[in-house]
């Protein structure tokens, strides 16, 4: 059974269900897909976080990791804003993926960020920073269950479409 | 005595001073002025502005008047042609472009913001002397030979003497009719200042956020060159590293790194320890960013600053720029850290509108 088809299994198991964090964790082929659920129902959920590690690789270059966050920029295009490559850490090993216009209503800024890292490791969250007391956190956000699906392919695709040095 | 023209002038210098005033936080906010910046002044465009113009009395309509026609010819406007021109679809404009010395801006700034005049650190530790040419000796090398007044020594003399021909005009300057420059040597105490500027260039920062920090440096430079003679300026940009840039660069690069802040401060201080005697120098550090630091490098920047930095400085001045995304913790770390600190001057420019006060907070001061 595929990633997908694992994480998509273990949603509809746990659907309804409301305001309560229920990670759900699959794995395959060494790598391993973990989703942060706040909600789920008949027709989506919401999430606080994606997460991605592919542990059968280590040790990206930048020029890989560049690679890597411009394919999931150019394949994640169903989210409520594109995504678009903002800063690359060299020292660090570390890619940050931002929303490409990020949605601004009166004093509330939101927008994905996805960290993307040497350690084939992808993090997906969407933030809220708030202007007034200049706050920025985590907050969920909705995909339906088919989006769900097409997002972890995607993921699953683009950490494969990477090569890295084997561990 | 005053000439009329004069007062006019300086009427007409009010009432542009006033105009400047009036519309401050305009011109701060915006940058094309900056644009039109020259060596020394700087063309402000002024809309509406009244300017002096004669005015004709009711009798100044008739008179005699000279030149080809008859008596009693009509004059008026002649036949309509047939041009096809068209009118134009936008409102006439009526700017007005009026030079103002870079000086007297940083004079109307002062006043407005109400900024306290700097007092430098080490004006009277450092004494220049100058050379200036204020006389004329009847001794010197040739090289300041004055030919004017030496060909009116000589013309005198062969006038007095007699051997001047109006026929003949030959002046033959001797030895006691040389004159030469001479100079004078002053002693005054001096400041040297230096300001460092520092931006983050990193991928978040995006053209309006540079923008702002053009228009905001711009005016900071204003003051500072108006409180120090001959002030040096040195620029830095930084992502993840940091490098020394010419200021075209500094406001146009762009890099696509993440934000490493410490790396311009360690550039910064080993400018400082390189070119800058502190003894000697009253030096200014002033960072813009988006705040939007690497999480473990804030404690590094605070021990640079506190170790490294501050005892140095005038003055250290951080401006947090928000970006798209907002606002960075970086402001929020040196205020919890540094916000009591005598010569540590922070501010927030959510947007261009909050340009004046960051400014006020950055010199107000008076380092």
């Not at chain 2, 001045?317 to 540094?338: C, E, I, K, M, T």
Request: proline share 4%; with cysteine.
């Amino acid at each position: 059974m595929s990633l997908t088809e694992t994480v998509h299994r273990l949603v509809v198991e746990r659907t309804p269900f409301h305001d309560q964090l229920q990670p759900i964790v699959a794995r395959d082929e060494g790598i391993t897909l973990r989703c942060d659920l706040n909600s789920a129902e008949s027709v989506g959920c919401t999430l606080s976080q994606i997460d991605l590690v592919d542990a059968s690789k280590s040790s990206l270059s930048m020029d890989e990791l560049v690679h890597w966050a411009e394919f999931i920029c150019g394949r994640v295009t169903y989210l409520l804003e594109p995504l678009q490559l903002i800063e690359l850490d060299g020292r660090h090993g570390i890619a940050l993926v931002r929303s490409r216009r990020p949605q601004r209503k009166k004093d509330q800024i939101a927008y994905y960020e996805l960290i993307a890292d040497k350690n084939h490791h992808a993090s997906l969250r969407r933030y809220r920073y708030d202007m007034t007391n200049r706050d920025r956190g985590s907050v969920p956000f909705p995909l339906t269950h088919e989006q769900l699906e097409v997002l972890v392919d995607d993921l699953v695709e683009s950490a494969k479409s990477i090569h890295g040095s084997h561990a | 005595m005053v000439q009329k023209i004069e007062r006019d002038v300086n009427r007409f210098r009010q009432i542009v001073r006033g105009r400047i005033k009036q519309d401050l936080r305009k011109y701060l906010s915006h940058g094309e002025m900056i644009g039109k910046q020259g060596r020394d002044l700087v063309s402000i465009p002024l809309p509406q502005l009244d300017i002096p113009h004669f005015r004709y009395g009711d009798k100044g309509n008739g008179g005699v008047s000279s030149g080809e026609g008859e008596d009693g010819q009509p004059v008026g406007p002649g036949q309509q042609g047939d041009g096809n021109g068209q009118a134009g679809n936008s409102p006439g404009g009526h700017i007005l472009e009026v030079d103002v010395p870079l000086a007297e801006l940083a004079e109307i700034l002062g006043e407005e913001l109400e900024l306290p005049r700097i007092q430098p650190k080490s004006a009277e530790n450092i004494i220049v002397t100058k050379d200036k040419y204020t006389g004329v000796s009847r001794t010197g090398p040739d090289s300041l030979r004055h030919f004017k007044r030496t060909y009116k020594r000589a013309l005198r003399r062969q006038i007095t003497s007699g051997s001047y021909s109006a026929d003949n005009p030959i002046i033959v300057p001797i030895k006691e009719d040389q004159r030469y420059r001479s100079s004078k040597t002053s002693e005054h105490p001096d400041a040297r200042a230096v300001v460092i500027y520092m931006m983050d260039v990193s991928g978040s920062m995006g053209d309006e956020q540079k923008e702002i920090v053009r228009i905001e440096s711009f005016w900071i430079d204003t003051w500072l060159r108006s409180q120090y003679e001959g002030i040096e300026t040195r620029y830095i940009v930084h992502d993840a590293d940091a490098h020394e840039v010419d200021e075209h660069t500094f406001f146009r690069t762009r890099e696509s790194g993440g934000t490493m802040i410490s790396s311009a401060y360690k550039l910064c201080q080993q400018m400082i320890a390189a070119d800058y005697p502190t003894a000697e120098w009253n030096i200014y550090a002033l960072h813009f960013s988006d705040g939007d630091n690497w999480a473990d490098d804030d404690a590094v920047c605070l021990q640079i600053l506190r170790e490294g930095l501050l005892p140095n400085l005038n003055l250290f001045g951080y401006a947090q720029v928000n970006s798209p995304y907002g606002s960075g913790r970086f402001l929020d770390a040196l205020r919890s850290r540094l916000s009591l600190v005598e010569n540590v001057a922070l501010s927030e420019i959510p947007d261009r509108d909050a340009i004046l006060e960051s400014i006020k907070a950055l010199l107000g001061k008076g380092r």
